[in-house]
């Protein structure tokens, strides 16, 4: 079964709204998330890391005002894409470490029209 | 220098043949390595991991040579269900940190 659970798995929505992507840990505690980004035909490139309980690292280059990145519990981090543009439709996807394994959410596609 | 370099192929071969995925690495302080499978348009799930010593899976095997800074994987006797794209993934420190990812390497297995 999910180790990782992801929500939802697609989601369309209109130009200048904003799109929350939820990641779940199932019965086990996760301190830090991942959240990557992979548009077709590319690698899966890290958005941002997810702390519990304290402000995430995004890497260079995402804007963090556009990508919030909510941790609030040991279980659930988030993903919200503000002011969605069409440039923003990708393929969402968070993961979390569970003893030696990394293990990914099912991931989200998002289309902005 | 990508930290992680794989050939994007794609690779089409007939049932039963076998295929070998490569791939480099920048880092030589890289931790750990595996391989990855992503079927289209989903998330990727872990094949196996790599090991220096070699490793084996049934039909799937992995090599790791460090010097090299290089990261194989030999899959024999392909089947259709074969097809996906195979990520050659490295862990670059030890601890909670994030993998990174080669481009993929498409395998089509043609009956």
């Known amino acids: 079964g999910a180790v990782v659970s992801q929500h939802p798995s697609w989601v369309i929505c209109k130009s200048g709204t904003s799109v929350k992507i939820e990641c779940r840990s199932l019965d086990f505690q996760a301190t830090t ?11 899966l490139m890290l958005m941002a890391t997810s702390n519990e309980g304290s402000k995430a690292t995004y890497e260079q280059g995402v804007e963090k005002d556009k ?18 543009h069409p440039e923003d ?10 003893a030696n394994t990394i293990y990914f959410g099912e991931g989200s596609w998002l289309t902005v029209v | 220098r990508k930290e992680v ?5 794609p690779f089409n071969v007939p049932e039963g043949a076998t295929v070998a995925f490569n791939c480099t690495y920048s880092n030589s302080a890289s931790q750990s390595f ?11 799930k872990l094949l196996m ?5 070699g490793n084996e899976d049934g039909r799937f095997t992995a090599q790791l040579n460090r010097a090299s800074q290089y990261i194989s994987l030999l899959i024999r006797d392909s ?9 050659c993934v490295v862990n670059p420190s030890p601890g909670n940190t994030p993998l990174v990812f080669g481009k993929g390497t498409r395998l089509s297995v043609i009956a």
């Open chain 1, 89 to 98: 439709s990708s393929f969402y996807i968070c993961s979390a470490r569970l």
């Open chain 2, 5 to 9: 370099e794989q050939d994007p192929g």
């Open chain 1, 33 to 43: 998330m991942f959240w990557y980004r992979q548009f077709p035909k590319q690698s």
């Open chain 1, 67 to 84: 990508f919030l990145i909510n941790h609030a519990s040991l279980t659930l981090s988030t993903l919200t894409v503000t002011s969605a």
């Open chain 2, 49 to 53: 991991s790599v090991y220096s010593s």
């Open chain 2, 34 to 44: 595996f391989w990855y499978r992503q079927d289209c348009r989903k998330e990727p």
């Open chain 2, 79 to 87: 089947k259709l269900s074969d097809s996906a794209t195979y990520l």
